[in-house]
């Protein structure tokens, strides 16, 4: 939810004029709702005369009411990011911050504490690089990865935390086109042998090495797809893995 900070508070403007309203003599006089509400005035502990729901009337210019900062329907919006400078975002050690106004881009959205960048500039810039040279942007992100694990780790893991709904259904799916591509002719010898590849792969990662289980021919290739059975099953590193990807080489 949003926080601010000491004694600001934020107001979604009215759309329009409400039948009744007393015209004012001042022009820049609005009217609004109050979204959220900062604690107080920095080192006095009287609380804001106003709180969250009140319908209340203001001055102001737009760049000062975040008109912006609500978005457009149908587009997103913020709700959840709090309003920080970057020296706040220093001090508190966090990856990005949220200032509400606009990049000169046009972009609403967070930056990059480290070198106050747009998020979505810099996603837009990457995007680039990739289609440009996929092979050298694969090669750039694996080195990334293998030199950062912990980043990579917290990254996964919050990833996994905002996006349950996502990852619960790309594990579904992929149990399922397991459970479908595994012969029923399958004897039980074979299955201790694909069952102790997965053991062995285990062992490993609980030594701290990121090794995966990977099928040599993918079970939803693009142009092939192979079976679950255990000559398709394979042990390699995590970063062989992720490049490897949904492919083939053999083909």
């Known amino acids: 939810m949003l926080r601010p900070i000491n004694d600001n508070i934020v107001v979604r403007p009215d759309p329009f004029v409400q039948s009744g309203l007393i015209i004012m003599p001042e022009e820049d006089m609005r009217t609004g709702v109050v979204v959220a509400v900062g604690p107080g005035k920095k080192g006095s502990n009287r609380p804001l005369m106003v709180s969250v729901g009140d319908h209340i009337m203001y001055s102001g210019t737009i ?10 329907e149908g587009q997103g919006c913020h709700w ?8 706040q975002a220093i001090a508190q050690n966090a990856a990005r911050y949220f200032t509400g106004n606009a990049c000169i881009n046009g ?3 967070e930056r990059y504490t480290a070198n106050k960048t747009c998020c979505e ?6 995007n680039k690089t ?16 293998r030199l950062n694990p912990d980043r990579v780790a917290i ?15 790309w594990t579904s799916n ?8 595994m012969p029923a002719w399958l004897n039980k010898g074979q299955i201790f042998e694909m069952e102790s590849v997965y053991t062995y792969c285990s062992a490993l990662r609980g030594c ?18 192979g079976l679950h059975v255990p000559w398709n099953l394979q042990v390699i590193s995590g970063s062989d893995n992720v490049k490897k990807g949904n492919r083939f080489d053999g083909y």
């Open 63 to 72: 760049d000062q009411e975040y008109d912006g900062f609500f978005g457009n």
């Open 80 to 87: 959840d990011c709090m309003i920080l400078t970057r020296q």
């Open 107 to 109: 972009h609403v959205t």
């Open 121 to 126: 500039c810099a996603n837009a810039t990457a």
């Open 130 to 145: 990739k289609a440009k040279d996929r092979q050298k942007y694969v090669a750039s992100s694996t080195n990334w990865q």
């Open 155 to 169: 990254h996964t893991s919050n990833f996994v935390k905002n996006n349950r709904a996502k990852r619960n259904l």
């Open 174 to 181: 992929y149990r399922q086109t397991k459970s479908d591509r």
């Open 208 to 225: 701290g090495l990121d090794y995966h289980v990977d099928h040599i021919v993918p079970l939803r290739g693009k142009i092939v797809s």
